[in-house]
């Protein structure tokens, strides 16, 4: 599985740098709409006011969650590579185990001392008393990781759900009128008015017509929100598939525990390693990306 399956590329993590830089700059310029209110009320004009909205508060929030998300990347990437590096050498022990005895050994006779988890220092649980009390143990270190992952994906969505109330806040405070009187200007073509109150964004303006500048600057917004939500998604489905696959390790994992003879047990444990170390494969991948 490679992250660009789902077309998350160096452009679309440039996405999410952009947004959280643009959450981070909403705060300022909503400070500088009284300003421009008042400076409509000194020349003549009745003061306009623009009512405050409480998903505005959101903007801090989303932009810290997205500042955060290669270091939450990486906790799920340590995270998952203890885990799987756990599952990989249970492996390779009950191979060698059974070379020792017999494909052929009785799970039961098998003593879980031979197995290095059982010197763990750290339990989900409880301490072992059995080769399925072990698997048991692997199987509660990936249903961690997969709440890791769980919760990853509940922040990307949260943000994501979050940037349509955020759009809909920014678009009406840039289309209201600057002043009770006239219809316009807009308090968006009013703030590029004056270098003091113009928004601080990333983008070379064709022209220094307040007018003509606060257009443009909507027009970039828009399109970012809309690249922010597909970027979104992307990332949304992404997480999911990851979701699934450690879920069906920890669904194999449970099910090994009935294996009744050693041969058995190694069969079920090469595909379960295979689909941990695809686990991991994935994560790493997003972290990489994140990470640029």
């Known amino acids: 599985m490679n992250i660009l399956d789902y077309e998350l590329t160096v452009g679309q993590r440039l996405v999410l740098d952009r947004y959280a830089r643009f959450l981070g700059s909403l705060h300022p310029t909503f400070r500088n709409i009284p300003v421009v209110f008042e400076q409509r009320r000194k020349i003549g004009h009745q003061l306009a006011v623009l009512a405050g ?49 017999s494909r052929n050994e009785p799970i039961g006779l098998v003593d879980f001392r031979r197995f290095s988890l059982s010197r763990s220092p750290i339990w989900q649980l409880f301490p072992p008393t059995n080769v399925p009390d072990l698997i048991h143990e692997l199987a509660l270190r990936f249903y961690r990781l997969r709440a890791a992952i769980r919760q990853f ?11 349509f109330g955020l759009k809909l806040v920014f678009s009406r405070a840039m289309d209201h009128r ?24 990333d983008i070379d303006y064709s022209s220094s017509n307040a007018s003509l500048r606060a257009a443009e600057y909507k027009f970039d917004v828009a399109a970012l929100f809309s690249a922010f939500s597909s970027v979104s998604s992307r990332m949304g489905l992404f997480l999911e598939v990851l979701y699934q696959r450690a879920d069906g390790v920890i669904n194999k ?18 595909s379960i390693t295979e689909g941990g170390t695809e686990c991991l494969a994935m994560i790493s991948e997003l972290e990489i990306w994140l990470r640029k």
């Not at 990437?77 to 005895?101: M, P």
């Not at 994906?153 to 940037?163: A, H, R």
């Open 53 to 101: 909205d409480s998903r505005l508060e959101n903007a801090r929030f989303n932009e810290r969650y997205l500042q955060g998300l290669w270091g939450g990347a990486e906790e799920v990437r340590l995270l998952g590579s203890g885990y799987v590096e756990d599952l990989a050498v249970f492996t390779r022990e009950s191979l060698e185990i059974a070379r020792q005895t």
């Open 153 to 163: 994906k509940y922040t990307v969505v949260e943000v994501y759900d979050e940037s």
């Open 178 to 201: 600057s002043c009770q009187c006239h219809v316009t200007p807009t308090v968006v073509q009013e703030l590029f008015r004056q270098p003091e109150t113009a928004p601080v964004w």
């Open 253 to 270: 994992l449970l099910q090994a525990k009935s294996a009744s003879r050693l041969g058995e047990l190694n069969f079920k444990l090469a």
